[in-house]
Every structure is written in structure tokens, then in C-alpha cells.
């Protein structure tokens, strides 16, 4: 009977506890890849987050989650690294792991890391790897937008989607332009660089084109809009394998 009525009262709380937390921008379940867990590196981050943001962090192994780490670089955000193996984080619209994702990608979590010493094996750094670069520069524009604008207005010359390399001879891919480590500034000021100018129209932004030198092709027209929803498909994007043989230029 006392075992039953304690497995009641434990049985109301875990589902009180599950609503509650359901709504909790203070609480936060996080999935985290076995080998990142075993390091010891995010119990030993867990309470530094919570110290300085009263958001708490608690490991869920399937069911709702919001947020994942996960290992390689090919989905969210790479925000360590050890020997080759890089973590990434992918976090829901959840407040709390957004805030969460923030700090492990900015300059605190990033420290913190980097000062952590494993039990075994080698300590942490960030990522280092070309294709995982940290973002520093967040675009909030309509990705899905951003998309549908690169078909229309990009497209003609760059491979847009589907990770390939190049669309016609040398013009480089949105994956090879989204490896770049300052591929933000570059889309943000894309029209100003060779060869857009001489057909690229930003509304209010751009003066009208030499009438000795008319456009050669017809002229992409866009928006301050279309370039930050653009950067914002960019900024999903995962960054194409260059491998060894094409650099950075
Ligand atoms: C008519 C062909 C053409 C169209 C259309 C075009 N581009 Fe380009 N773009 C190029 C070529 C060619 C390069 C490579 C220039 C180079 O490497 O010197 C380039 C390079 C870039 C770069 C890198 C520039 C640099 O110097 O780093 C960005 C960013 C870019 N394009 C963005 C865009 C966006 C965004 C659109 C659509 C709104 C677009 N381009 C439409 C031909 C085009």
C-alpha cells in the first residue's frame, strides 16, 4: 500500500514535472552525443551555464528535447573540437536553448571549454576545421525566402542548392562561398564586389547604371530584404568539402 501510494505521488509529480517543464524557459532537455558525455566535458559545463543564467540543463536520452549535440560538423553550430572530432549544437526555438547554444558558441562557453581537462584523453578546443567555422554574425532574415530569392535572382550563375560545386565554369557554389570565413560580409556586400556590379540593382541603394556601360545581362534587381534573407539561407547552408585542393582565396 505505502509502495503504491508512492508510486502515485511520484507518478502526479513526473507528469507535473513533464508539463511544467514543457513551458519552462528556465529548464532545458538536452540530448548529448555519448562520446561528448563520456568526456565529461557537459557535466562539467552544466553548472557553470546554470550559475550565470539560472537556466537548467538536464540530459534526456530520446523523447522531447530541446537541444542536441551532436557529433560532426554537418547539422547546427561546431563548437568543439578534440583530436578530429568535432560537436556541433542544433537548438529548438526554446528560449532557454537558444541561450544555451549562444553561450556554448560565444566567447564564455568557448573559454570555458578550452579550460576544461579531461580525465582521459586530449582537452577541448574549438573547432578548427575549415568547414566548421563558429558564427559570429547571426542573419534573422526568412531563410525559406532567402532560398526562393537565390533561385530566382542567383541561380543563373551559382549552384544555390543541392551541394554541388560550381554552376557554370569557375563561379563558386553557395556551399564553397558559405566555407569563407567572412562569407557574411561578402553576401551582405556582394553587389559591390566583381562581377555583380556592372548588372546588380539594390533598390535605394545602388546608383543607376553608367549609360555607356548598360548592363550585360539583364539586371538582378533586389532588395536590402532579399540580400538578408539570402545571407540567412547562406547561413544554413553546410559549408562544401573542399578537401585539399581548392583554397580560400
Ligand atoms: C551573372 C552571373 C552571376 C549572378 C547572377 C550572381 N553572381 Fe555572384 N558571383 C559571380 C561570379 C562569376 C563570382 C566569382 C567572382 C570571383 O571569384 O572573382 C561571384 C561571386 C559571388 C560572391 C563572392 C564574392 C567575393 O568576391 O568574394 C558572392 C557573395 C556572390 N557572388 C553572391 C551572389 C548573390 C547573393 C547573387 C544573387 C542575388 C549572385 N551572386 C548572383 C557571378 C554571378
Redesign the pocket.
Known amino acids: 500500500m505505502v509502495r503504491m501510494i508512492m508510486f502515485l505521488i511520484c507518478t502526479v509529480f513526473a507528469v507535473q514535472g513533464a508539463v511544467a517543464q514543457e513551458s519552462n524557459p528556465r529548464f532545458v532537455r538536452v540530448q548529448v552525443d555519448a562520446s561528448f558525455f563520456d568526456s565529461g566535458l557537459f557535466t562539467y559545463l552544466k553548472p557553470r551555464f546554470t550559475l550565470k543564467t539560472q537556466i537548467r540543463l538536464e540530459r534526456v536520452l530520446d523523447g522531447e528535447t530541446d537541444l542536441i549535440i551532436v557529433s560532426g560538423a554537418d547539422t547546427g553550430i561546431a563548437f568543439a573540437q578534440r583530436d578530429n572530432t568535432v560537436w556541433s549544437v542544433v537548438a529548438t526555438s526554446h528560449s532557454g536553448a537558444q541561450k544555451f547554444a549562444d553561450w556554448l558558441t560565444g566567447q564564455v562557453g568557448q573559454t570555458t571549454i578550452t579550460s576544461f581537462v579531461p580525465q582521459t584523453g586530449s582537452p577541448f578546443g574549438v573547432p578548427t576545421i575549415d568547414a566548421a567555422p563558429v558564427i559570429d554574425v547571426v542573419f534573422q532574415g526568412d531563410a525559406a525566402r532567402g532560398y526562393a530569392?537565390?533561385k530566382q535572382?542567383?541561380?543563373?550563375?551559382?549552384v544555390v542548392d543541392n551541394n554541388r560545386m560550381n554552376a557554370?565554369?569557375?563561379?563558386?557554389s553557395?556551399f564553397v562561398?558559405r566555407t569563407?570565413e567572412d562569407?557574411a560580409l561578402?553576401?551582405s556586400g556582394?553587389?559591390t564586389?566583381?562581377?555583380?556590379p556592372a548588372?546588380?540593382i539594390v533598390e535605394d541603394v545602388t546608383d543607376p547604371f553608367d549609360p555607356t556601360r548598360p548592363s550585360p545581362?539583364v539586371p538582378?534587381i533586389?532588395t536590402l530584404d532579399?540580400?538578408e534573407n539570402?545571407?540567412t539561407y547562406?547561413q544554413t547552408l553546410t559549408p562544401a568539402d573542399l578537401g585539399a585542393e581548392i583554397q580560400h582565396?
Request: net charge positive; proline share 6%.
Open positions: 530569392a537565390a535572382k542567383c541561380a543563373r550563375c551559382h557554370i565554369g569557375s563561379t563558386p553557395f562561398l569563407f562569407w561578402r553576401m556582394f553587389y564586389l566583381n562581377p555583380h548588372f546588380t545581362i538582378i533586389v532579399d540580400i539570402i545571407a547562406m582565396q
